[in-house]
């Protein structure tokens, strides 16, 4: 297992890209999905940077402890406050980049607007529980940020740092090939895709609708604006009503009188 002094540089380069500072008591499990397909390839290419931290380095007994029971009772065990409080100093010391961000199901539901500003910046920094989660006092005394991937329960916050770090790395500069995709993709403008298709155009007696095979990028743009207006409507009312409040929808601008 890694040692907190070996994953730590000393000192980031000026210029340092965007970089995912990740506290774990599992840091074997990374980079894990990171290192493949595109994150992955934007790794190897240095687009952005991966720094695990093994929050074990920190612990001050010989057998490496970085828990103990709760005061109160209860099950399960909890990440002492002195542990974890040292492992972030050690990665603030050595000027890691972006807000401090602590995983948790108590958190603030992660969205597309917070992994946009998250990718806009220098980096995260991001606290993994395990357990029953981190000393409530470490968390007051370091202003940290509790963000949630969904309203279910991990057995750890590591998952969820790959989830958050994904979303982030693929809107960083050159990491997607064709930046279109992205301007076009769910919740970026504040409604669901459309759907898509590719060959066979007929497949098991199911046709791809004609407007696609039209080669009229007009009736293509417009057929898929309805599309994902449709599927937003239908699948999530809380996202349309906030969409046509701020945009209003095709629909009814193809209602208004001329
Ligand atoms: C078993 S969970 C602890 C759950 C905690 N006792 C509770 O009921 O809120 C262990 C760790 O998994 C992570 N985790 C679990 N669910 C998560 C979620 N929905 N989003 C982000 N992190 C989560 C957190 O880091 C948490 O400290």
Same mark, same amino acid.
């Given at each position: 297992?890694?040692?907190?002094?070996?994953?730590?540089?000393?000192?980031?380069?000026?210029?340092?890209?965007?970089?995912?500072?990740?506290?774990?008591?599992?840091?074997?499990?990374?980079?894990?999905?990171?290192?493949?397909?595109?994150?992955?390839?934007?790794?190897?290419?240095?687009?952005?940077?991966?720094?695990?931290?093994?929050?074990?380095?920190?612990?001050?007994?010989?057998?490496?402890?970085?828990?103990?029971?709760?005061?109160?009772?209860?099950?399960?065990?909890?990440?002492?406050?002195?542990?974890?409080?040292?492992?972030?100093?050690?990665?603030?010391?050595? !000027?890691? *980049?972006? +807000?401090?961000?602590? =995983? #948790?199901?108590?958190?603030? $539901?992660?969205?597309?607007? /917070?992994v946009r500003?998250?990718a806009a910046?220098?980096?995260?920094?991001?606290?993994?529980?395990?357990?029953?989660?981190?000393?409530?006092?470490?968390?007051?005394?370091?202003?940290?940020?509790?963000?949630?991937?969904?309203?279910?329960?991990?057995?750890?916050?590591?998952?969820?740092?790959?989830?958050?770090?994904?979303a982030c790395v693929r809107l960083l500069?050159?990491v997607v090939?064709?930046?279109?995709?992205l301007?076009?993709?769910?919740?970026?403008?504040?409604?669901?895709?459309?759907?898509?298709?590719?060959?066979?155009?007929?497949?098991? !007696?199911? *046709?791809? +609708?004609?407007?696609? =095979? #039209?080669?009229?990028?007009? $009736?293509?743009?417009?057929? /898929?604006?309805?599309?994902?207006?449709?599927?937003?409507?239908?699948?999530?009312?809380?996202?349309?009503?906030?969409?046509?409040?701020?945009?209003?929808?095709?629909?009814?601008?193809?209602?208004?009188?001329?």
């Amino acid at each position: 297992m890694a040692e907190a002094s070996e994953s730590v540089p000393a000192g980031r380069p000026p210029t340092a890209p965007w970089t995912a500072t990740v506290l774990t008591i599992l840091p074997e499990i990374f980079p894990g999905p990171l290192g493949q397909s595109l994150a992955g390839r934007a790794l190897a290419e240095a687009r952005w940077r991966l720094e695990i931290v093994d929050i074990r380095g920190f612990a001050r007994d010989k057998h490496r402890s970085v828990d103990d029971t709760p005061f109160g009772g209860g099950p399960g065990m909890v990440m002492r406050a002195d542990v974890v409080d040292a492992a972030i100093a050690a990665v603030s010391a050595d !000027g890691a *980049a972006g +807000p401090l961000i602590y =995983l #948790s199901p108590r958190g603030r $539901r992660l969205d597309q607007a /917070r992994v946009r500003d998250l990718a806009a910046g220098p980096g995260v920094v991001l606290l993994c529980g395990r357990f029953e989660g981190v000393d409530q006092r470490v968390l007051e005394a370091r202003a940290v940020e509790e963000l949630s991937i969904g309203d279910f329960v991990l057995s750890g916050g590591e998952p969820a740092a790959i989830v958050l770090i994904d979303a982030c790395v693929r809107l960083l500069p050159g990491v997607v090939g064709a930046v279109s995709s992205l301007a076009e993709e769910s919740f970026e403008r504040g409604l669901l895709e459309y759907p898509h298709y590719t060959r066979p155009a007929e497949w098991q !007696g199911r *046709a791809v +609708p004609a407007e696609l =095979l #039209s080669g009229h990028h007009a $009736r293509i743009a417009a057929w /898929r604006r309805r599309q994902a207006e449709t599927i937003t409507q239908t699948r999530r009312p809380d996202l349309w009503a906030r969409h046509v409040a701020e945009h209003g929808s095709t629909k009814e601008r193809n209602d208004e009188p001329d």
